[in-house]
């Protein structure tokens, strides 16, 4: 059965952390792989979570299973960062922990399969790279609609909602809720506004992805978008992830959450969810979830996390300033998005043959994409970096 088998592609995230590996340089710098560092250069665990860890290994009873719809207060947890606590969209939805926000997706993606048979999914261009594999997987349909100008580092609105007009009322629009990943440009008010009337007028479900929630602007304005389509919308789906916001990854710590009419219509659409979870993965993985939940409910921890989570925020949005500024140095490209935009992400319109040039010559990793993790960035090496790329984008234009 094995025997016959052909060399698999290599993951580009794992086949770049090889690259990464293999590189000897002490001037090396990762801007590829999806994590936050600190200034030092390390993916920290934080305060608040080794806290939360302790409190744990001293007063946790049992390692018994819990359900498919996991950490009670977990899920509690999520929909009040997500809508505010005591808030209608509080009300009107219901939580399932999934293993990291991968998970929540899939779930998603088999849940709609179901629901909606034969619906679409629109997706933008670019997105995560594994938002297509995800989808495929259970067998949906796929739209791309223009996203991002790769020159201007600005949404291609104008462009995206004339493909949207095309959607009807078993399709599915995918949005990022904020730190869009890979761009880093993300949806204003207005925009959001314009998507709901939209999707009231043609009658799609719609589900947003929210991987970085805090780390864009703020708790509260990172969740406008969602809390517009509460609003809005009588009903959606939203997948979330604390990989990024508790620096979690490893923990695989996720959750969707569906959004209904009524109160009613979420517990309802929750209790057909549960079954999908249950054939996906039985019960999600509880350690992780224990240690959001135990933060998020003692106040201390949550003024911490809160600082913590800034601290990140504030290292990232620096970093984009930095590099904007240096890059505005060299040649006559406007680098002034990198600015505005929000996340750990950018795309500057480096060709692979540019990545590649960066990695052997200056030894600045990057995925093939030419997609950049700002967060890699730091007091030591953004000039430097932001020169090399500036020597190969000037060669390629």
Known sequence: MFAELDEPP????????????????????????????????RAPVLDCVKAAERWLLET????RYLSSSGNADYNA?????????GSDGFARSRTIQAPGGTGALRLASDLLRRLSPGGRIFIPGPTWPNHPAIFKATGHELVVYPYYDIETGKVRFDEMMATLGAMGAKDTLLLHGCCHNPTGADLDAAQWSAIADLVSKTGAAVMVDLAYLGLGDGLSEDAAGIRLLAERLPEFIVATSCSKNFALYRERVGALTVVGASETNAVRAHAHALP???????????????????????AELRRGWERELATMRDRINTMRNRLSARLAGHGDRDYGFIARQRGMFTMLGISPE????????????????????VAGL?????????DAIAAVGNAGR
Request: net charge negative; aromatic share 4%; charged share 20%.
């Open 378 to 386: 730091n007091e030591g090496n953004v000039d430097r970096v932001a």
């Open 276 to 298: 999908v979870a249950r054939t996906l993965w039985s019960m999600p993985p509880d350690h992780g979830a224990a240690i959001v939940a135990h933060v998020l409910g003692d």
């Open 10 to 41: 290599l993951d580009p995230i794992l086949g770049l952390a090889q690259l990464l590996a293999g590189d000897t340089s002490p001037d090396k710098v990762d801007l590829g792989i999806g994590i936050y560092h600190d200034d030092q250069g």
């Open 60 to 63: 946790q009873p049992s390692k």
């Open 354 to 373: 540019g990545v590649e040039t960066l990695r052997r010559e200056h030894h600045v990793h990057l995925t093939s994409s030419g997609r950049v993790n």
């Open 77 to 85: 947890a999520t929909r009040a960062l997500l809508f505010g606590d």
